[in-house]
């Protein structure tokens, strides 16, 4: 609604259980509106038999 302040973080997580479960770091931090702190996603990579990328999602 007009006039309330826009403060907010953004998750990379389907929903608070996967948060809490990965334990993401806060993707975007909004104050007023207003991007003030950004993270760039982690990519994880397992070399056993081939590289392969690793998300931690089920």
Do not use: H
């Amino acid at each position: 609604a007009a006039g309330n302040s826009a403060n907010l973080i953004i998750l990379p997580a389907e929903n608070g259980f996967d948060a809490l479960r990965r334990q993401v770091p806060v993707r975007y931090s909004v104050r007023g509106g207003k991007v003030i702190a950004s993270t760039q996603p982690a990519q994880t990579t397992v070399y056993l038999e081939q590289p392969e990328a690793i998300d931690y999602k089920r």
